[in-house]
């Protein structure tokens, strides 16, 4: 492996978001994976899980001196069907159990309906909740939305908000994570003098991948941007791949 190749691989762990999302998940997956949270090659950003196991996850990092990796908590999630009302309470049920972001999936169907104002209503509410007390991810979901003008109209109003975070898919539809949906977002966050973070998530499973959104990161704003509080690779599957590429036998 040419150590360009190690370089990003290790600093990819480090911007890595640590997902298990599945509806299957138990309270012993969690546990797994706030172990695999902690590296050889040193920890990772974030985990990312249901807000019913938000506080699971951040009792077991803390009882293993791991504080600095956030635990996020996934709202709205997967389909962002949800009411304003619903959103509220689950954002404050994970922000009191111990989450420390919260990613909200946007109502991309609305948003696809007609309906231009319940997004920005549903971020709106996430976000005064969250105030001062946790960042805010918002989840586009960019494979459904698709049209790239739809994708940075979307953008531009989520960004007007004041999230801390877009981020490009729930991992949970046919098409996730792509290039072109990256380039659109980050651009909308330029637009705004990069003052946002951007995460792409579902679908990047090899370094290969990864790269690509770190290189285009990278070319938009400088290596100084490449920091966890403004690009994570959300991932389950990407942290074996990296390790392995570090030499690393399991």
């Known amino acids: 492996m040419s150590d360009s190749n190690e370089d990003a691989a290790r600093q990819i762990i ?13 309270a012993e997956r969690i546990i797994m994976l706030c172990q695999r949270a902690m590296t050889p090659f040193g920890p990772v950003a974030a985990v990312c ?21 956030k635990v996020v908590a996934a709202i709205n ?9 619903s959103v509220e309470s689950e954002t404050q049920a994970a922000l009191l159990a111990g989450a420390d972001e919260i990613d909200l999936v946007y109502p991309f169907r609305a948003q696809l309906a007609g309906n231009k104002t319940a997004g920005p209503e549903m971020v ?24 790239p003008q739809i994708t940075h ?6 960004i007007q908000v004041g999230p801390a975070f877009i981020k490009t898919s729930t991992g949970k539809v ?7 949906a990256a380039r659109i977002m980050i651009e909308a966050i330029a637009e705004v003098g990069g003052q ?15 790269k690509i959104y770190l ?6 704003f400088g290596p100084l941007w490449l920091q966890p509080g403004r690009l994570r690779i959300g991932a389950a599957s990407l942290l074996d791949e990296l390790q392995r590429h570090l030499g690393l036998c399991e």
Not at 153 to 158: H, I, K
């Open 14 to 26: 480090g911007l890595l978001e640590l997902t298990s999302l599945n509806n299957d998940d138990t």
């Open 49 to 69: 899980v249901a807000s019913r196991f938000a506080g699971l996850a951040r009792r077991t990092l803390d009882s293993w001196h791991a504080r600095d990796i």
């Open 77 to 85: 999630f997967p389909g962002g069907t949800g009411s304003v009302q």
């Open 124 to 147: 709106a509410a996430c976000k005064a909740v969250c105030r001062s007390r946790a960042a805010l991810t918002v989840t586009l979901e960019t494979g459904v939305l698709r049209d």
């Open 153 to 158: 109209d979307v953008c531009r109003q989520v």
């Open 174 to 180: 046919p098409v996730n994570t792509t290039p072109q």
């Open 196 to 210: 946002i973070g951007f995460k792409a998530s579902g679908g990047v499973r090899t370094l290969a991948e990864a």
């Open 215 to 220: 290189d285009m990161a990278r070319a938009r």
